[in-house]
Protein backbone atom coordinates (compact mmCIF):
# COMPACT_ATOMS: atom_id res chain seq x y z
CA UNK A 1 0.00 0.00 0.00
CA UNK A 2 0.72 4.00 -0.50
CA UNK A 3 2.17 5.51 3.06
CA UNK A 4 -0.24 8.40 2.20
CA UNK A 5 -1.31 10.45 -0.36
CA UNK A 6 0.91 11.41 -2.65
CA UNK A 7 0.89 14.45 -5.62
CA UNK A 8 1.41 12.95 -8.61
CA UNK A 9 0.75 16.99 -10.20
CA UNK A 10 -0.79 20.35 -9.07
CA UNK A 11 -2.24 23.37 -10.26
CA UNK A 12 -5.60 24.63 -11.43
CA UNK A 13 -6.32 22.58 -14.39
CA UNK A 14 -3.29 21.08 -14.83
CA UNK A 15 -3.91 17.28 -14.55
CA UNK A 16 -6.88 15.24 -14.96
CA UNK A 17 -7.83 11.83 -16.65
CA UNK A 18 -5.47 9.64 -14.25
CA UNK A 19 -6.11 5.97 -14.90
CA UNK A 20 -4.40 3.66 -12.37
CA UNK A 21 -2.79 0.20 -12.85
CA UNK A 22 -1.12 -2.20 -10.64
CA UNK A 23 1.71 -5.36 -11.86
CA UNK A 24 3.44 -7.70 -9.55
CA UNK A 25 2.33 -5.35 -6.58
CA UNK A 26 3.26 -1.73 -8.36
CA UNK A 27 0.90 1.24 -8.72
CA UNK A 28 1.14 2.86 -11.88
CA UNK A 29 -0.22 6.19 -12.90
CA UNK A 30 -0.94 7.68 -16.34
CA UNK A 31 -2.71 10.82 -17.02
CA UNK A 32 -2.68 14.10 -19.15
CA UNK A 33 -1.06 17.03 -18.06
CA UNK A 34 -0.98 20.92 -19.35
CA UNK A 35 2.36 22.16 -19.26
CA UNK A 36 1.55 25.74 -20.75
CA UNK A 37 2.05 24.98 -24.40
CA UNK A 38 1.58 21.66 -25.20
CA UNK A 39 -0.57 18.72 -23.61
CA UNK A 40 1.60 15.98 -22.64
CA UNK A 41 0.84 12.36 -21.84
CA UNK A 42 2.19 11.26 -18.37
CA UNK A 43 3.34 8.05 -16.39
CA UNK A 44 4.51 7.22 -13.08
CA UNK A 45 5.15 4.65 -10.39
CA UNK A 46 3.45 5.37 -7.47
CA UNK A 47 4.92 2.54 -5.40
CA UNK A 48 8.73 2.03 -5.89
CA UNK A 49 10.65 -0.48 -4.79
CA UNK A 50 13.11 0.29 -2.27
CA UNK A 51 16.29 2.82 -3.42
CA UNK A 52 14.73 3.94 -6.74
CA UNK A 53 13.41 7.84 -7.61
CA UNK A 54 9.63 8.17 -6.72
CA UNK A 55 9.54 11.96 -7.77
CA UNK A 56 10.38 11.55 -11.90
CA UNK A 57 7.57 10.26 -14.32
CA UNK A 58 8.07 9.86 -17.82
CA UNK A 59 6.18 12.04 -21.09
CA UNK A 60 5.43 9.48 -23.51
CA UNK A 61 3.26 11.33 -25.63
CA UNK A 62 2.56 15.46 -26.34
CA UNK A 63 0.91 17.65 -28.75
CA UNK A 64 -2.44 19.99 -29.21
CA UNK A 65 -4.68 16.78 -27.48
CA UNK A 66 -3.57 13.59 -25.67
CA UNK A 67 -6.10 12.28 -23.43
CA UNK A 68 -8.23 9.46 -22.34
CA UNK A 69 -4.80 7.35 -21.38
CA UNK A 70 -4.99 3.82 -19.84
CA UNK A 71 -2.75 1.11 -18.57
CA UNK A 72 -2.63 -3.01 -18.82
CA UNK A 73 0.27 -5.05 -19.09
CA UNK A 74 1.43 -8.54 -20.46
CA UNK A 75 2.70 -10.04 -17.78
CA UNK A 76 6.48 -8.45 -18.35
CA UNK A 77 5.56 -4.94 -19.97
CA UNK A 78 3.60 -2.60 -19.41
CA UNK A 79 1.15 -1.23 -22.25
CA UNK A 80 -0.14 2.75 -22.26
CA UNK A 81 -2.36 3.60 -24.76
CA UNK A 82 -4.35 6.72 -25.21
CA UNK A 83 -5.86 8.51 -27.63
CA UNK A 84 -3.75 12.12 -29.80
CA UNK A 85 -4.52 14.98 -31.83
CA UNK A 86 -2.21 14.91 -34.47
CA UNK A 87 -1.15 18.32 -36.35
CA UNK A 88 -3.46 17.40 -39.27
CA UNK A 89 -6.30 17.14 -37.14
CA UNK A 90 -6.55 13.76 -36.96
CA UNK A 91 -7.80 12.01 -33.32
CA UNK A 92 -6.01 8.24 -33.50
CA UNK A 93 -5.50 6.00 -30.97
CA UNK A 94 -2.08 4.91 -29.92
CA UNK A 95 -0.33 2.58 -27.63
CA UNK A 96 3.60 1.82 -26.68
CA UNK A 97 5.18 -0.78 -24.41
CA UNK A 98 7.15 0.62 -21.46
CA UNK A 99 9.23 -1.41 -19.06
CA UNK A 100 8.24 -2.20 -15.41
CA UNK A 101 11.01 -0.11 -13.89
CA UNK A 102 9.74 3.07 -16.76
CA UNK A 103 13.28 2.67 -18.56
CA UNK A 104 13.43 3.44 -21.93
CA UNK A 105 16.00 3.88 -25.03
CA UNK A 106 14.77 7.19 -26.12
CA UNK A 107 12.74 10.63 -25.56
CA UNK A 108 9.74 9.21 -27.31
CA UNK A 109 9.08 5.83 -27.71
CA UNK A 110 7.74 4.44 -31.05
CA UNK A 111 4.27 4.52 -31.02
CA UNK A 112 1.69 1.64 -32.10
CA UNK A 113 -1.16 3.22 -33.76
CA UNK A 114 -4.04 0.81 -34.40
CA UNK A 115 -6.36 3.41 -36.16
CA UNK A 116 -6.50 4.96 -39.50
CA UNK A 117 -9.58 6.87 -39.68
CA UNK A 118 -10.14 10.59 -38.59
CA UNK A 119 -11.71 10.86 -35.02
CA UNK A 120 -11.05 7.74 -32.65
CA UNK A 121 -11.96 8.06 -29.02
CA UNK A 122 -11.86 6.41 -25.21
CA UNK A 123 -9.80 3.30 -26.19
CA UNK A 124 -9.79 0.66 -23.45
CA UNK A 125 -7.41 -2.16 -24.35
CA UNK A 126 -6.51 -5.60 -22.12
CA UNK A 127 -4.32 -9.33 -23.14
CA UNK A 128 -6.26 -12.34 -22.30
CA UNK A 129 -4.86 -15.37 -21.66
CA UNK A 130 -3.35 -16.51 -24.76
CA UNK A 131 -1.46 -13.06 -25.49
CA UNK A 132 -4.07 -11.61 -28.05
CA UNK A 133 -4.25 -7.78 -27.26
CA UNK A 134 -8.38 -6.62 -27.47
CA UNK A 135 -9.02 -2.70 -28.25
CA UNK A 136 -12.14 -1.00 -28.09
CA UNK A 137 -13.04 2.47 -28.57
CA UNK A 138 -15.76 4.77 -30.05
CA UNK A 139 -15.61 6.75 -33.29
CA UNK A 140 -17.65 9.21 -35.11
CA UNK A 141 -19.15 7.35 -38.27
CA UNK A 142 -20.17 10.70 -39.64
CA UNK A 143 -24.11 10.33 -37.99
CA UNK A 144 -23.24 9.22 -34.52
CA UNK A 145 -20.77 7.93 -32.25
CA UNK A 146 -19.97 4.04 -32.61
CA UNK A 147 -18.33 1.64 -30.77
CA UNK A 148 -16.01 -1.08 -32.60
CA UNK A 149 -13.25 -3.39 -31.55
CA UNK A 150 -10.18 -4.64 -32.90
CA UNK A 151 -7.71 -7.58 -32.00
CA UNK A 152 -4.24 -7.89 -32.07
CA UNK A 153 -2.72 -11.85 -32.84
CA UNK A 154 0.64 -12.52 -33.37
CA UNK A 155 1.50 -8.85 -33.28
CA UNK A 156 -0.73 -7.68 -36.25
CA UNK A 157 -3.86 -5.99 -36.23
CA UNK A 158 -7.22 -7.92 -37.26
CA UNK A 159 -10.34 -6.23 -38.70
CA UNK A 160 -12.22 -3.60 -37.44
CA UNK A 161 -15.83 -5.04 -35.94
CA UNK A 162 -18.54 -2.64 -34.98
CA UNK A 163 -20.18 -3.56 -31.44
CA UNK A 164 -23.33 -0.93 -31.36
CA UNK A 165 -26.02 -1.50 -33.59
CA UNK A 166 -28.72 1.29 -32.51
CA UNK A 167 -29.10 4.83 -33.76
CA UNK A 168 -27.78 6.04 -30.43
CA UNK A 169 -24.72 7.74 -29.38
CA UNK A 170 -22.05 4.91 -28.70
CA UNK A 171 -19.35 5.50 -25.91
CA UNK A 172 -17.84 4.87 -22.19
CA UNK A 173 -16.59 1.30 -23.16
CA UNK A 174 -15.35 -0.95 -20.21
CA UNK A 175 -13.25 -4.33 -21.03
CA UNK A 176 -12.96 -7.36 -19.00
CA UNK A 177 -11.77 -10.99 -19.03
CA UNK A 178 -13.69 -13.59 -16.95
CA UNK A 179 -12.19 -16.86 -17.51
CA UNK A 180 -10.75 -17.25 -21.16
CA UNK A 181 -13.68 -14.95 -22.16
CA UNK A 182 -12.97 -11.44 -22.81
CA UNK A 183 -16.02 -9.09 -22.24
CA UNK A 184 -17.20 -5.52 -23.21
CA UNK A 185 -19.72 -3.61 -21.94
CA UNK A 186 -20.44 0.50 -23.74
CA UNK A 187 -23.28 2.75 -23.26
CA UNK A 188 -25.68 4.31 -26.29
CA UNK A 189 -27.32 7.81 -25.67
CA UNK A 190 -30.77 7.29 -27.72
CA UNK A 191 -31.89 10.22 -29.55
CA UNK A 192 -34.71 10.82 -27.38
CA UNK A 193 -31.53 11.09 -24.24
CA UNK A 194 -32.91 7.56 -22.59
CA UNK A 195 -29.47 5.98 -21.94
CA UNK A 196 -29.10 1.72 -22.71
CA UNK A 197 -26.60 -0.42 -21.98
CA UNK A 198 -25.11 -3.79 -23.69
CA UNK A 199 -22.32 -6.15 -23.21
CA UNK A 200 -21.22 -8.58 -25.71
CA UNK A 201 -18.83 -11.81 -25.18
CA UNK A 202 -15.88 -11.88 -27.54
CA UNK A 203 -15.57 -14.74 -29.01
CA UNK A 204 -12.42 -15.80 -31.48
CA UNK A 205 -13.10 -18.54 -33.70
CA UNK A 206 -11.02 -20.87 -35.72
CA UNK A 207 -9.20 -19.26 -38.50
CA UNK A 208 -9.34 -15.77 -36.59
CA UNK A 209 -12.85 -14.60 -37.00
CA UNK A 210 -14.55 -12.97 -34.62
CA UNK A 211 -18.12 -13.41 -33.06
CA UNK A 212 -20.24 -11.13 -31.00
CA UNK A 213 -23.68 -10.82 -29.77
CA UNK A 214 -24.71 -7.69 -28.22
CA UNK A 215 -27.27 -7.78 -25.26
CA UNK A 216 -28.84 -4.75 -23.94
CA UNK A 217 -29.56 -3.83 -20.38
CA UNK A 218 -33.16 -2.46 -20.06
CA UNK A 219 -33.59 0.18 -17.49
CA UNK A 220 -30.18 1.26 -17.50
CA UNK A 221 -30.95 4.44 -17.16
CA UNK A 222 -31.38 3.83 -13.49
CA UNK A 223 -28.33 2.09 -13.08
CA UNK A 224 -25.63 3.89 -14.47
CA UNK A 225 -22.49 2.05 -13.16
CA UNK A 226 -23.89 -1.38 -14.18
CA UNK A 227 -21.25 -1.47 -16.95
CA UNK A 228 -18.49 -1.23 -14.26
CA UNK A 229 -20.03 -4.54 -12.11
CA UNK A 230 -19.50 -6.59 -14.93
CA UNK A 231 -16.07 -6.45 -14.08
CA UNK A 232 -16.50 -8.06 -10.20
CA UNK A 233 -15.66 -11.53 -9.92
CA UNK A 234 -19.18 -11.68 -8.14
CA UNK A 235 -20.68 -10.49 -11.45
CA UNK A 236 -19.09 -12.98 -13.52
CA UNK A 237 -22.64 -15.15 -13.22
CA UNK A 238 -24.71 -12.21 -14.51
CA UNK A 239 -27.90 -14.07 -13.22
CA UNK A 240 -26.50 -13.42 -9.55
CA UNK A 241 -26.36 -9.56 -9.95
CA UNK A 242 -28.47 -6.88 -8.75
CA UNK A 243 -29.36 -4.26 -11.67
CA UNK A 244 -31.58 -4.39 -14.70
CA UNK A 245 -32.59 -7.00 -16.57
CA UNK A 246 -31.43 -8.33 -19.99
CA UNK A 247 -33.77 -7.91 -22.40
Not at 8 to 33: Q, T
Request: proline share 4%.
Amino acid sequence: RLDGPEEVASGPGKAFMGDLHVMDGEIYIVWSEWNGDRWELCLKMLKRSAGTDRENHLVLAYGQGVFHGGITDDGDRLLVYWDELDESGRNLIQCMFVNRNLTIQRERPEAICISDKCRYYRPVMAFDRTGMLFAAYDYFDGAVYVTALKIQRNGTWGEEVLLSRGDGWASDVSMALSGNTMTVSWQEIQPKGMVNYWFTDILVLTGGTISVNPVKLVNAQIWYAWNRLLQLPSCQNRAGCPGPQVQ
